[in-house]
């Protein structure tokens, strides 16, 4: 049978091509979408990840179970107690005037959900008192979308180094993460299109986020160690900002193979704190949060690791009154059919010396009796006793289920980019929300909503007469990429400014003329 | 960007990878996965999804791929063609030939297939510039002699002919099987 040329190449190895195709490039052809592709892939491979992670907690969950079975009776007793009075204490339920009998037997009752008990209904509806929390939902005063406003040459892709901090108009700082086979990260600053100064670290293979506070810049970054992965540290260093000269450089030298960067922050004063994910194996499960804080030059004040399995992503730390306060994304299995997770919003109170003092999440906090609402943590500060937290909270719609945003459009519709049709479904896969707590007491107070935008990141601001400021993105332009199976979101938003008093009030909504873009990853 | 790097940006940091990766290779796949999608059953999206379908499958299987073997970039047309070949073997809106539906080789065949593949890589590179790139541009990328001629500053006449020549020379070589 004879083949053709072409019929001949399809079965060619990558190494026998190699040759044949080493210069040779394509453009994309005019129709094609690059944004499309980038969509497609990303959420391809979230979509995989996804399965992977179920897949380690259904092995997880099957080890839980084969020792259980191998646990004694009077270990499983134990067990069974010391879950029942953690159940209390995650539930704010006291066990006061309860036998350990009878805290076994609420913690079966309301687990099960048989609820046949008569303390069982009495102990929740005390506990649930402190979610009672009042929410306002801030609508959009302006309902002119203006698409024509929108820049056109907006990127819809991933910037590569984040900015922290009061930068200047004008100034920018670029982190090159590599260059070349031995050299290491550098940085560089500019003013209005002139460099200032470039600095090279000593040890950083690659920078990452920077923080630009009281004349300094903080840079964090990585170093890594030989064949690809085996280990992989957090680097930090310090710069003048005015000079470029490198302060202090630092390998965060863990015991683990793994420390990876969570967050940081660079005080006034010139301290930097630090949180890292240390482990052996990043799929293990097994992860230990480290918290590091340095002086301004260099030395180490803090260190404390504490073991924390969760599957945890976004960190965002900050410095309160007596310590610091973390808030991070745990994610968890949602309850639908899909394979996606949820991720639930944690939050983390360090005392002085890095040690957790407190710590509570707020999956049901403003619940909306939506199924598995996701939230994504964006900004936290503290002010005047309280703590803010914005967050981008995702409704129950599976985004990356076909099916579910299939079920959406009207019949007959097909799928468009950026079409009027797209932008209000988009909007209501999104809220900005606004949580506010009680320093003290981590108990909740209110919550703030606006439907179809999301809460940018470090949108949170303290103004000069105490007042705070949070900035939304408003979705104005939206499309999706259909595919096999998932979907992405992508678009364009247009920011909202919204200014709180003292006591919480809402005393405006300002609509900016500054976009930025979103994409469901 | 070497490969090495990629590779190392890619497990560090998987999104600025990727998207490093999509903007460097998104056209070159987007070739490779047309040149087995007819233009006229198959829109953009499709072979859009291919292409993501590609470079989603190898961030997966990064932990496998190994660069001293071969490159990021035959890597990834290797899996473009391949996707692209099984949605159209799979697709509906294709219409194959009885006898190509039907095309399974022997233990033999297979054999004699894979030296004569290997021999032709060997020959074609061996035509030489800008005859080879011609020939992969024409019959791996399925790109057109105007698109080949605008990429390789020749008129696409002079394309139409050096191809034309090229293979003549070939099927001299191969005694007519190509």
Same mark, same amino acid.
């Not at chain 1, 070349?180 to 990260?185: E, I, L, N, R, W």
């Given at each position: 049978?004879?083949?053709? *040329?072409? $019929? ?46 179920? +897949? ?7 080890? =839980? ?5 191998? *646990?004694?009776?009077?270990? !499983? ?72 406003? =929108? ?61 630009? *506070?009281?004349? +300094? ?54 301290? !930097? ?29 803090? #260190? ?21 306060? !973390? ?5 968890? #299995? ?71 945003? #299939? ?38 107070? $209110?919550?703030?909503? =606006? ?43 247009? +920011? ?26 | ?60 299987? /990064? ?7 071969? @490159?990021?970039? @035959? ?29 399974? /080789?022997? /233990? ?7 030296? /004569? ?37 020749? @008129?696409? @006449? ?21």
């Amino acid at each position: 049978m004879k083949k053709t *040329v072409s $019929q001949l190449l399809d079965g060619c190895e990558p190494h026998q091509i190699d040759p044949l195709i080493s210069d040779i490039d394509a453009e994309l052809p005019e129709g094609a979408d690059i944004d499309n592709i980038r969509s497609l892939t990303i959420s391809k491979v979230r979509i995989s990840n996804s399965r992977r992670i179920r +897949r380690i907690i259904a092995i997880a969950a099957c080890a =839980v179970m084969l020792a259980g079975v191998l *646990v004694g009776c009077y270990v !499983a007793e134990k067990v069974d107690y010391e879950n029942a009075v953690e159940f209390f204490d995650l539930n704010d339920m006291t066990t006061d005037g309860l036998s350990r009998s009878d805290i076994k037997r609420v913690y079966r009752d309301i687990s099960s959900e048989s609820f046949e008990y008569d303390d069982s209904y009495k102990l929740l509806s005390e506990s649930r008192d402190t979610d009672s929390v009042e929410g306002v939902d801030i609508r959009i005063n302006n309902s002119v979308n203006n698409i024509a406003a =929108v820049p056109d040459n907006l990127n819809y892709g991933y910037s590569l180094n984040e900015a922290h901090g009061d930068i200047p108009d004008g100034v920018s700082y670029t982190g090159d993460y590599y260059e070349g086979a031995d050299a290491d990260a550098f940085l560089t600053k500019s003013a209005d299109g002139e460099v200032k100064w470039t600095t090279h670290f000593k040890t950083m293979t690659y920078s990452d986020d920077y923080y630009v *506070v009281g004349g +300094r810049v903080l840079i964090t970054g990585y170093v890594m160690y030989d064949k690809l992965h085996d280990y992989m540290h957090t680097c930090l260093a310090l710069v003048d900002d005015s000079t470029g000269e490198l302060l202090w450089e630092k390998e965060l030298d863990s015991k683990y193979h793994f420390d990876e960067y969570a967050n940081a922050v660079l005080t006034a004063d010139g301290r !930097a704190a630090v949180l890292t994910i240390a482990s052996d194996d990043r799929f293990s499960g097994e992860n230990h949060l480290v918290f590091r804080e340095f002086d301004l030059t260099g030395k180490a004040v803090h #260190e404390h690791e504490q073991r924390k399995d969760d599957m945890y992503y976004s960190f965002n730390l900050t410095e309160i009154s007596g310590g610091w306060l !973390a808030v991070y994304n745990a994610v968890t #299995e949602s309850s639908s059919v899909s394979s996606t997770l949820s991720t639930v919003p944690h939050i983390l109170v360090f005392d002085s010396e890095g040690v957790i003092s407190r710590e509570w999440d707020f999956s049901d906090f403003g619940s909306d009796g939506s199924a598995d609402p996701s939230c994504d943590i964006e900004s936290i500060t503290e002010h005047d006793g309280r703590i803010f937290v914005a967050v981008t909270k995702r409704n129950s719609t599976d985004l990356y289920n076909g099916m579910d945003i #299939e079920k959406m459009l009207p019949e007959g519709e097909t799928f468009a980019s950026f079409s009027d049709k797209a932008r209000d479904r988009a909007r209501e896969c999104f809220s900005a929300v606004l949580y506010v707590f009680d320093s003290a007491s981590a108990k909740p107070q $209110q919550f703030y909503s =606006v439907d179809g935008a999301r809460a940018l990141n470090n949108s949170l601001k303290i103004t000069g007469d105490g007042s705070l400021v949070w900035s939304v993105g408003r979705i104005v332009r939206a499309g999706w990429s259909p595919y096999t199976s998932s979907f992405s979101l992508y678009g364009v938003t247009r +920011r909202y400014d919204y200014t709180f008093d003292s006591d919480n009030k809402l005393l405006r909504q300002d609509r900016t003329d500054k976009f930025g873009s979103f994409t469901t990853l | 960007m070497n490969d090495k790097e990629m590779l190392e940006l890619l497990k560090r940091k998987p999104q600025r990878g990727l998207d490093t990766l999509i903007g460097l290779y998104s056209g070159l796949l987007y070739a490779v996965a047309r040149g087995r999608m007819d233009a006229s059953l198959y829109g953009s999206a499709q072979v859009e999804d291919i292409v993501a379908d590609s470079f989603s499958d190898f961030y997966l299987s /990064l932990d496998s791929f190994d660069p001293d073997r071969c @490159s990021i970039k @035959s890597f990834l047309c290797v899996i473009a063609r391949r996707k692209a070949i099984d949605a159209v073997r799979s697709s509906k809106l294709t219409q194959l030939p009885l006898d190509e539906a039907e095309d399974t /080789l022997s /233990l033999e065949e297979e054999t004699e297939e894979k030296e /004569l593949r290997a021999r032709l890589i060997q020959e074609i590179g061996n035509l030489g510039e800008p005859d080879s790139a011609i020939l992969i541009r024409k019959y791996y990328l399925g790109q057109s002699s105007k698109d080949i001629a605008a990429a390789l500053g020749l @008129s696409p @006449s002079n394309v139409d002919t050096r191809t034309h020549r090229a293979v003549q020379k070939l099927k001299k070589i191969f005694g007519g099987a190509s």
